[in-house]
């Protein structure tokens, strides 16, 4: 189950980072912007009810999100499924897991995350310290490869 | 229509000017200040600033007295029998870990329950469950009828447990329902309980009388009520407040002190142990004395005329759910989007710079007797202007636009 929803995302972050991600570096109107964040966050797979466990739920947001985690042992990368029951919230995770999913443990120690949000005009997103949850996601992924 | 004057009501807060591009409709969470509170802590700290109750110089004398006319100010607003019935705590929060500690042992023995509705924000409800079951306390919860109000049939049973305390919200935080208070009161107090009225979100909607309801104890916050954070009123009748153990140990609170033991020193020092907010005290006094000068009935008029045009506009966008009976609401609308998580709807009103809040509210156990993930919470003040309303209603149509 896991494997199946670590290649569904794999694919759906490919989709996002052709396609998607171009598109956001483009001026639009806010009207646009939301409806693109909505649109990608579609590309990741739904986390079953089953599995939104409580051990994999994040708090501190005013939406409920879960972050799946996965280490391939021979090459020692890391894999993610994520959700959230907010529909922006999750098209922002899917951008924030463009950056992160499939890295090493050295390659996430050197990820500069806001430069990648600036780039993409979203960088009020993440520096918001409660509501969104982009903040609170990126700790717990933190705090997971570490485990 | 009501006569009350809006444009000149809000000339009085300087944010508006400050922040012309905003729809602020969080005044739930908390209100803007008048030009007068801010005014007020300022010239405290410039010309007055000293500790009270202690220096041996005039300066501190007169801080003691600005800062017991405030006290005498709160006792007047809520009419208490005594300006010793006054204690100022930090805000609302303050007042019931002080009332859930302090009644514990003292008033509510193993096997004793205590009685809430299911309207109450976190707190009303936690501080009791920090105690309740190391004490052996029960807490129960009058669940909410088909209008989201306090089942009054079940409340009837729950007091025939004969509850030792009767602790209820004057109006809900989370969909501005208004309780009937009185009611209720009476009826505790006729089962023979000690009552407490969160007057958080009542307070600004309408002031209590605590000489005549049958309440002992009430408890509010001056951010709430266009006066400064940090300060806020816990309200006992003198024999209830003698009852309550100190959750607080230090200075000002003791008449005397040795390494074995302490005595306390009479009401209300012996409730504010510390340096108290002697400047929130001052800018809620100021409070007091702005909101007095105007009709509390025409603004409540008002507050429903808003409602009113707010509703009716709602009921042309399609897909919006309201929770809130607006007929039976202090200020508040709370509304769902059919299908989508408030967190959607509120940062796409955040986008067009209406402030609302979204989620639970620090009310969890009422959205999961709804079986709801929360609400978009719209709360109107007498600052907020018909232009306003429709400018929010525009941007609630854009949002739900986009989401569908």
């Not at chain 2, 922040?19 to 007055?48: C, G, H, M």
């Not at chain 2, 935080?173 to 958080?200: E, F, R, W, Y």
């Not at chain 2, 006094?285 to 009709?295: E, G, S, V």
């Not at chain 2, 979204?358 to 709360?379: I, N």
């Amino acid at each position: 189950m896991l494997q199946q929803l670590i290649a569904d995302t794999a694919t759906g972050l490919q989709q996002i980072a052709e396609h998607e991600l171009p598109l956001l570096q483009q001026p639009a109107d806010w009207q646009s912007k939301y409806r693109l964040l909505m649109q990608l966050g579609k590309q990741l797979p739904a986390l079953p009810e089953k599995m939104r466990q409580t051990e994999y739920l994040v708090r501190g947001c005013e939406s409920r999100a879960w972050l799946l985690h996965y280490q391939e042992p021979v090459s020692g990368k890391h894999y993610f499924v994520l959700d959230s029951e907010a529909r922006i919230v999750k098209g922002l995770l899917a951008i924030m897991l463009c950056f992160v999913n499939g890295k090493t443990g050295a390659e996430l120690a050197e990820l500069d995350l806001s430069r990648h949000f600036d780039a993409l005009n979203l960088r009020p997103y993440l520096s918001q310290s409660r509501g969104n949850g982009l903040t609170m996601m990126l700790q717990r992924i933190q705090s997971t490869i570490k485990a | 229509m009501s006569s009350f004057d809006a444009l000149a009501f809000r000339q009085f807060f300087p944010f508006f000017n400050n922040n012309p591009d905003w729809v602020y409709l969080d005044t739930a969470a908390t209100s803007q200040k008048p030009q007068q509170v801010i005014d007020a802590e300022l010239a405290f700290y410039q010309r007055q600033n000293s500790n009270v109750h202690r220096g041996a110089h005039q300066l501190s004398q007169h801080a003691t007295a600005a800062f017991e006319a405030a006290r005498d100010k709160v006792q007047q607003f809520l009419n208490a029998a005594s300006r010793s019935e006054i204690i100022f705590t930090s805000g609302t929060t303050a007042a019931f870990n002080q009332l859930a500690f302090g009644l514990m042992d003292t008033v509510l023995k193993p096997g004793d329950r205590i009685l809430i509705s299911a309207l109450e924000h976190h707190a009303n409800i936690v501080p009791w469950q920090l105690h309740c079951q190391s004490h052996g306390v029960q807490l129960d919860v009058i669940p909410l009828d088909p209008q989201l109000m306090p089942d009054l049939d079940v409340y009837q049973q729950l007091l025939a447990l004969k509850p030792k305390i009767v602790s209820l919200t004057q109006v809900s935080n989370a969909l501005g329902h208004i309780l009937p208070i009185g009611s209720m009161l009476q009826a505790a107090k006729a089962a023979g309980a000690i009552t407490i009225v969160d007057g958080a979100q009542g307070v600004s909607w309408q002031v209590p009388d605590v000489q005549l309801w049958p309440v002992d104890f009430y408890c509010f916050s001056g951010h709430k009520l266009y006066g400064p954070t940090g300060i806020g009123v816990l309200y006992g009748k003198q024999r209830y407040l003698e009852q309550l153990k100190p959750l607080l140990g230090g200075g000002e609170m003791i008449s005397d002190v040795s390494f074995q033991r302490s005595s306390f020193a009479a009401l209300p020092a012996r409730l504010e142990a510390g340096t108290p907010n002697i400047a929130g005290a001052i800018g809620l006094a100021a409070a007091i004395d702005f909101i007095r000068q105007f009709d509390a009935r025409q603004i409540n008029q008002y507050k429903g005329e808003l409602l009113q045009q707010f509703a009716a506009g709602l009921s042309q966008i399609p897909g919006l759910r309201p929770l809130t009976r607006v007929e039976q609401s202090a200020g508040i609308v709370s509304l769902q989007l059919a299908g989508e998580h408030p967190n959607d709807l509120a940062m796409l009103l955040n986008e067009q710079k209406i402030a609302v809040r979204a989620g639970s509210h620090c009310a969890m156990p009422l959205f999961a007797a709804l079986q709801l993930p929360g609400a978009v919470r719209f709360a109107f003040a007498p600052y907020n202007l018909p232009a306003e309303v429709d400018v929010t209603l525009q941007a609630l149509a854009a949002a739900t636009e986009i989401l569908r």
